[in-house]
């Protein structure tokens, strides 16, 4: 899980929707999944032993910036304190078991940007993530939470950026249990994450 020292929230910066300075965006905000420390480790080793099968030299992720993003809430410039409090309510309303979070697959993601993120992803359904996704959905929804539209969800997790590409790639199944979701504030270009809540699945 991302340090929990550093998971205190950040004070929030006032700004109206639609108001905000001009400027590059500093601040992403996102819904996940993390694996626990034991977990996100044993994920680590396998990335790096997958990085090596597949000839990368991309720089590995750290275990604890290891998730699956369910929903994506915007880059911004400066925190958005109205996206953090409709979050946080949609948050509340959703009441499911813990997930069984399984990938079966690696491949390169394209980007325009030169680098390529590469993720582990799943050859099948997975019904369990899909429905986490879909009450959280619907929950910003009705909290009338300002973000980007949804679009289709794909369930992955990013192991490395890299110049390569590389196929799809069947491998060896890796699996963890997710028994919580948070509320994530990422500080772009400083590789930090704060937590700014925490909801378990049980």
Known sequence: MPDTRRNQPAPLQGSLPGFEAPGKPTDRLFLALFPGADDAARLSRQASALREQF?????????????????????????????????????????????????????????????HPLVLCSGQPHEALRQLWQKLDLALQRAACPKPRSGTFTPHMTLLYDRERTPVQAVEPLAWTAREFVLVHSLLGQTKHIVLGRWPLR
Do not use: N, W
Request: charged share 25%.
């Open 55 to 115: 000839g990368l030299t991309g720089k590995l992720l750290e275990p604890e910036r290891l998730h699956v993003t369910l929903h994506h809430l915007g880059d911004h410039v400066g925190l958005r304190e109205d996206i953090v409090d409709a979050a946080r309510r949609a948050a509340d309303t959703v009441r499911l078991p813990p997930v069984e979070v399984a990938f079966d697959q690696a491949m390169s993601f394209t980007t325009h940007r030169g680098t």
